[in-house]
């Protein structure tokens, strides 16, 4: 475990100097302006590093040269390309499911992975076909999907996300054989399944070298959701015409299921008005290495990919945050409060509460956000003002740093109004850390 605790950034020091005693005042909803169903519903979604999204890539390009260069359905590449998603997801909390079928005489593999929690009759899905064509590694067709709805379930996990819908991610086998992992999935999905999801999100080619910005119009609500991520970053979008029936959204909508997605290209050719608005080359396909060996890890626009990963994290957080339930009462203590290294006591940090009528409710929520450097050795709780002990946190998460985390506590019987607290206990040795802040929401 490392020993020092990273140095506090500026910023919070004068966030700590401008709250008095630490505690902001709270505020309440009359002084928010009118909550919109996006600010209303969804909190605000984390960026999803590029960096993290090109490492899932170099696994899969190395997955690819470790066999026979490609990751094709039937190949050694594919199976390999699904455990290491596979892993990464069941180390986050995941339920994942391997749903086999086959194919031109061979075994095919679907990776379904579903978040705990969201209302089961309420599913948000997003997927991406993970083979590859046999005569390439398949890194933008479609790595790139892959590797940014895999980096963009890693961040629900990380943030703790409870979205009021159920959260599904799949990655599919045999696209490039005609959607065949995809429509197995659906045609075994029993009708009553089908119905419940909501929406399915595609991404199959989202970093191709020449891009352009490319938003499905399947669905309306799907497709302005994109359209105003994009906008929010100035950023021109078509809609995408190269596409219907061309990847693994058609067999959800097929049966009626909405859909949408986004696309960056594959092999037709680049305008002068759209190299004019998106930059690039025109009169040169998106993507010159479509289905081809040198559809490497070299043959990805990394703006285009964080664009997009970014654009997929916006649409999990504010789609699945369905219909909008206007935030309460909330009150937030900033002050930084250090934490003694086991076997020092466990420290407080008060909110004291006024003004809130009745009894907290049972989705109280709480949001902590501790720099440590080795999450694992606490144990967090919150403590009511009458004294009642919920914990949050139990040592989990081994010696990954910081807990930054939102909790929904069942606070249903306690009165609101009184002194908070959150108590933070160091239960190992070595590591260190403080407080940073934490807010209570009603
Ligand atoms: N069929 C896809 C490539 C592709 C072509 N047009 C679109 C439109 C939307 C998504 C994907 C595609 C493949 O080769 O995987
Ligand atoms: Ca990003
Ligand atoms: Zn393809
Ligand atoms: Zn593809």
Redesign the pocket.
């Known amino acids: 475990m490392s020993l020092s605790v990273p140095p506090r950034p500026a910023v919070l020091a004068i966030a700590a100097a401008l709250a008095v005693g630490g505690l902001v005042s709270a505020t309440a909803p009359a002084a928010l302006a009118a909550p919109t169903a996006a600010t209303a519903a969804a909190p605000t979604p984390p960026d999803i590093p590029l960096a993290n999204v090109k490492a899932h890539l170099t696994q899969l390009q190395t997955i690819a040269t470790n066999n026979g260069g490609n990751r094709a359905h039937g190949r050694a590449g594919y199976k390999a390309s699904i455990d290491y998603v596979k892993a990464k997801l069941d180390a986050a909390g995941y339920t994942t499911t391997l749903q086999t079928f086959t194919s031109s005489g061979a075994t095919g593999y679907n990776l379904i992975a579903d978040w705990p929690g969201g209302d089961p009759n309420s599913v948000l899905m997003a997927g991406s076909?993970l083979d590859s064509?046999t005569s390439g590694p398949g890194i933008n067709?479609?790595g790139s999907g892959s590797a940014a709805v895999l980096e963009t379930a890693l961040a629900v996990s990380r943030a703790g996300l409870q979205p009021t819908k159920h959260l599904r991610f799949g990655w599919w086998g045999a696209?490039?054989l005609g959607l065949i992992g995809s429509k197995y999935y659906v045609n075994n999905l029993p009708a009553a399944e089908r119905s419940k999801i909501s929406g399915y999100l595609?991404f199959?080619?989202i970093g191709s070298p020449n891009p352009g910005y490319?938003v499905?119009d399947d669905d309306p609500t799907i497709e302005q959701t994109f359209k105003t991520y994009f906008s929010g970053l100035g950023i021109p979008t078509e809609i995408?015409t190269?596409?219907?029936g061309?990847?693994d959204?058609a067999p959800f909508k097929n049966v009626g299921i909405p859909v949408g997605?986004l696309?960056t290209g594959?092999?037709y050719t680049k305008t002068s008005a759209q190299a004019q608005k998106w930059g690039g080359t025109a009169g040169q396909a998106f993507d010159r290495c479509?289905?081809s060996s040198c559809d490497t890890t070299a043959n990805i626009n990394d703006t285009a990919l964080d664009r997009n990963s970014d654009a997929i994290a916006y649409a999990i957080w504010n789609l699945g945050a369905s219909t909008p339930v206007p935030p309460g009462p909330s009150f937030e203590n900033t002050a930084d409060v250090n934490i003694p290294d086991y076997p020092g006591a466990a420290v407080n940090s008060p909110i004291t509460v006024s003004g809130v009528t009745g009894n907290a409710p049972a989705t109280t929520k709480v949001d902590v956000n501790i720099v440590h450097t080795y999450r694992g050795d606490l144990v967090v709780d919150l403590v009511a003002p009458d004294g009642t002990v919920y914990n949050l946190h139990n040592r989990a998460g081994g010696s990954a740093d910081n807990l930054v985390q939102s909790y929904t506590v069942n606070a249903s019987s306690e009165v609101a109004n009184g002194t908070w607290n959150l108590r933070v206990k160091d239960a190992a040795g070595q590591d260190v850390g403080y407080i940073n802040s934490w807010k209570i929401t009603f």
């Open positions: 076909h064509v067709d479609n696209e490039e595609n199959d080619m490319f499905y995408e190269e596409g219907d061309r990847s959204h997605g696309f594959a092999d479509y289905h």
